[in-house]
């Protein structure tokens, strides 16, 4: 079964820094998605990025940015400009590619909180 | 505007009683799936659906039921069965393949 690995209960960065937030997953597949969720104080699960197994290219969204390496099986999540609205949980989560006997479920890491001091 | 609409907001429980949540999506997507979410913890998989009148149990489907009859509505009903129910209940849907899931507001139940 795969499982995700979030090493960081909770980080706090300071207003307009960066800030990474590590992954780690374990699985035997080779094709997979790679997402990262943010979670505000409203519960809302909303989606901050994606990354295909199968493209070298690290995706970016605006500030988001990835870090994937396939081999080691990582997947850590950069915040540049860091703004009080980053404030939130964020969760690490994988879903298989091909649905064959699965469903494309999400398979979560537990998150990390992040603060952001003014 | 499309999306998905989980109700009620909050619910509350009283021993030995089933509750039904409700979840619906004009996203018109064909998976749908129910999460729940306790404190500190992630998202953890209670039954999904691929397609109308067809759904599979996940990681914790004990103490719950669900049904498909529609391909807009996947309702989870808690029922008593279920001994620890106190949670967050996420619904989320997911078009075609390698698109994201797509989550509701979520609903709070808890134990009177």
């Known amino acids: 079964a795969q499982t995700v690995t979030q090493s960081q209960p909770e980080m706090s960065v300071q207003e307009a820094e960066t800030v990474t937030l590590s992954c780690t997953y374990d699985?035997?597949?080779?094709?997979?998605?790679l997402f990262w969720y943010k979670q505000p104080p409203s519960r809302q699960m909303i989606l901050v990025i994606r990354q295909e197994a199968y493209k070298q290219q690290n995706a970016t969204e605006n500030r988001f940015s990835v870090n994937f390496q396939k081999a080691a099986k990582s997947f850590s999540l950069k915040i540049s400009d860091s703004q009080l609205g980053d404030a939130a949980m964020y969760f690490c989560a994988y879903s298989e590619a091909y649905s064959g006997a699965g469903s494309y479920q999400l398979t979560f890491g537990k998150g990390t909180k992040l603060s952001v001091i003014p | 505007d499309g999306g998905i609409t989980q109700s009620p907001k909050y619910l509350f429980r009283k021993e030995g009683q089933n509750v039904t949540l409700s979840c619906e999506q004009n996203l018109n997507h064909d998976a749908m799936y129910w999460y729940r979410q306790d404190p500190g913890q992630g998202l953890r998989l209670i039954y999904y659906s691929q397609i109308v009148n067809d759904f599979q149990k996940g990681d914790i489907a004990e103490g719950y039921s669900v049904s498909r009859e529609k391909k807009e509505s996947f309702p989870l009903t808690v029922t008593s069965a279920q001994k620890n129910p106190t949670a967050f209940y996420l619904c989320?849907?997911?078009?075609?393949?390698?698109?994201?899931?797509?989550f509701g507001d979520g609903t709070r139940l808890s134990i009177l």
């Open positions: 699985t035997s597949e080779s094709d997979y998605y």
């Open positions: 989320a849907s997911k078009g075609r393949e390698g698109q994201p899931q797509h």
